[in-house]
């Protein structure tokens, strides 16, 4: 089969309508199996009389969907290739464990809801919870008229909603395409002098950056009497395409009530790190999308996200959106890492034009391991209001290059703290390395950090509060003169003129960012100050540091390496022979062959066990690495159950250099199995004769991994077994009284994260 650089190719997108967002054969959560409600189905080829409960009596229209008030557990499916126009709009709340769910079903095209500009919003939510959308076509576009952005208002493609003063939870948004949204771009400040269609000024909080893709809005019945805050908990988007619209891609936002004759709640807003007023959304995780504005002149913020506590901004593409590709405010506690963001442009009178911006009123903000090229500006520091002396942000480890405007802009205020280490930043035309227009900045501690320009004379702002120390500068730079203890030569990237491949819809492609490693004999290797908790890991997954001391920049020594890949297509089909292309196989009794499955052009790897035979060994193919690897390892695979006897296979095993499992996947009676410490979990059922795409994210720093099966995050940070500094053997096997058989393909083991391959 062919193996997928993102954890849900738009190439599967046939097969993932066939997977529910609940998913039947696969739920999310370790030992949680949802409770089963009724299906229903929508088709234009339905009536409304019938009793839609099954795909040969279903429903015809959106109305008729609106109009019923849905039980926990139940699933509404749309039939594929079909379109409606208007509102979807159920009603109804799940539960905790029974959530309700909208897929797809049928094969073709996802099912289109298509707003025409008609309605707020084309997929509604309003102060339910536990709900979960996948497989979805929405777009939400009000026809053009003579005058440009006349046709821009309040419009969202899946706007969530609530105003009831309580706390709502579980919104999951995987593998939807929202596209063509002509919100309107209202801006919290500047001048209404520079108002235009669709576009104005001056609107305060509450009334802008509200429109787009996919948005989560909280609001009040009353602005004089607001009552009690309403947060919204626990929201994932992931695997999905937000494209082309406005104002943005994805948006979360907390009321906070400073709209004319409105009584001030501060729920969304916060004078002081501690403010009690302060109630934000919690547990905000946005990952594996694909975000463009690239066709829009009204699009802005790729992601915005604001109001919230605790949120994971990660293995994103955004491309070419205006004025920011993540911007986080008002927000506590947020890492933003392994994304792909370029060519952020100006866009609908917006000043700026970065990759990332911690903004104001900021704290405990993580922005690392992200690749940032050909941006008007890498990375905007602007935590900038005069009133808001808090903020914290760290910024390690990402690559910057191409910037036209400035590589990192400083507008922190006084009271603010940026800690900025190993980061590589490389510019053609940029005039500006290190500046920014407050005269008073907060301290900002830049170290390790690698300055290359092509410019002999760019700007390195000179503050009492910034402190450089231990930099590195290309030859060509003068070191800002305040830096104790500069280091200054040729880098000796390993190769500076890359030009892509680049992140698309199929996710980033973080391993051309690591085309910025050091050379051996470069003078910025071994030459980095020690940072105290530099997280251990560099941008491309190695350890830090990987000699006597860490290197200046984003990325250890050497480019990272694929340490095995094989599809089986190339191998003759029959027994699998030991050795070959370095596999260890043991058989004994029992039988490991390349089989035509699915197809004599796409092969796989059958093990089969009928008897006893090879020890603890088993019937075992395996991948030993004679130096065990370290540091960030993704191991990818299928791998498919087609058997009755349904013994534990484990799919795969993860072992130290004493031979000892460390992480431990399996697939054994219906159920998949994966160790969390030395605790045995169940995280969902499997199905006979279907592919399952297992990713393994090993890190063997932390002494943790994450596991994503069909692309969706089944455990995070899980701890191992035991002790593993180092990967030494990665096994597919079964053994003892153990019987069934599987299917192993498309195996691909790098050093790196699970995005980016």
Known sequence: ?????????????????????????????????????????????????????????????????????????????????????????????????????????????????????????????????????????????????????????????????????????????????????????????????NNKPGITFAQGWDRSKDTGGIVFLTGVQDI??????????????????????????????????????????????????????????????????????????????????????????????????????????????????????????????????NALDPDIGTTNQLFQYNYLHDNGDGILLCACNSSIHFGSVVLRYNVITGSTRWNLHLSQAAGTVANVYNNTFYSKTAPNMVDGGVTSPGKVTLSNNLFVSEQSSVVFRQESTIVYNNNGYSSNLTPSASDTHPVVGAPQFVNSAVTGPYGDVNGPRLDTAANFALQSGSPFVDTGATVTGNGGLDLAGATVPLGTAPEIGALERGAPNIAFTDSFDGQATGALPNGTNGWRVISTNNDISVVETPSATDKSVRLTRTVDGGGTDGTNLARLFSTPMQG?????????????????????????????????????????????????????????????????TVDTVHQNFDLDIDGRRVLTDAAFRTSMPGIAKIAWYSNGGERGSVHVDDVRIARGSAYGQ
């Open 224 to 353: 004089t009497a607001p009552g009690a805050p309403t947060v919204l908990d626990d929201i994932l988007v992931e695997n999905s395409t937000v494209k082309n619209t406005s104002f943005g891609g994805i948006v979360v936002k907390q009321y906070a009530g400073d709209a004319p004759g409105a009584v001030y709640t501060g729920w969304g807003k916060r004078d002081t790190a501690s403010d009690s007023r302060f109630t934000p959304h919690t547990n905000v995780t946005l990952r594996g999308n694909y975000i463009t504005q690239a066709n829009t002149p009204y699009g802005c913020n790729g992601i915005y996200l604001t109001g919230t506590r605790g949120g994971l901004v990660e293995g994103n593409v955004i491309d070419r959106v205006g004025v920011s590709g993540v911007e986080t405010n008002m927000a506590d506690t947020v890492t933003v890492q392994h994304n792909e963001i370029m060519g952020t442009h100006l866009s609908s009178g917006g000043a700026d034009q």
């Open 1 to 193: 089969m062919t193996s997928n650089r993102r954890l849900v190719s738009q190439a599967t997108a046939a097969a993932l309508c066939a997977l529910a967002v609940v998913l039947a054969s696969l739920v999310l959560a370790p030992a949680r199996a949802y409770a089963a409600g009724t299906t229903y189905y929508v088709s234009t080829s339905g009536s409304d009389g019938n009793a839609g409960t099954s795909s040969s009596a279903p429903w015809r229209s959106l109305s008729k969907v609106n109009a019923t008030t849905f039980q926990p557990g139940d699933t509404i499916r749309f039939e594929a290739g079909d379109s409606w126009t208007g509102q979807l709009w159920p009603k109804g709340s799940g539960t905790s464990g029974a959530p309700i769910s909208i897929d797809s079903y049928g094969t073709g095209a996802k099912p289109k809801i298509a707003g025409q500009g008609t309605v707020g919003d084309a997929v509604r939510l309003n102060n339910q919870q536990y709900w979960e959308i996948g497989n979805l076509d929405v777009s939400n576009a009000a026809p053009a008229t003579a005058t440009p952005g006349a046709n821009l208002g309040d419009f969202r493609g899946i706007g969530v909603h609530g105003d009831n003063g309580q706390t709502l939870h579980h919104f999951v948004i995987d593998s939807v395409d929202v596209h063509d949204v002509t919100g309107e771009v209202k801006w919290v400040g500047g001048s209404t002098a």
């Open 632 to 696: 960030l390892v993704t191991i990818k695979t299928q791998v498919m159950r087609n058997d009755t006897d349904a013994g534990w296979f484990g799919l795969p095993y993860v072992y130290n250099s004493i031979g000892t499992q460390a992480v431990s996947v399996a697939f054994a009676r219906g159920q998949v199995h994966a160790y969390q410490g030395t605790t045995d979990s169940v995280i969902g059922t499997y199905s006979n004769g279907k592919w399952y795409r297992v990713t393994l």
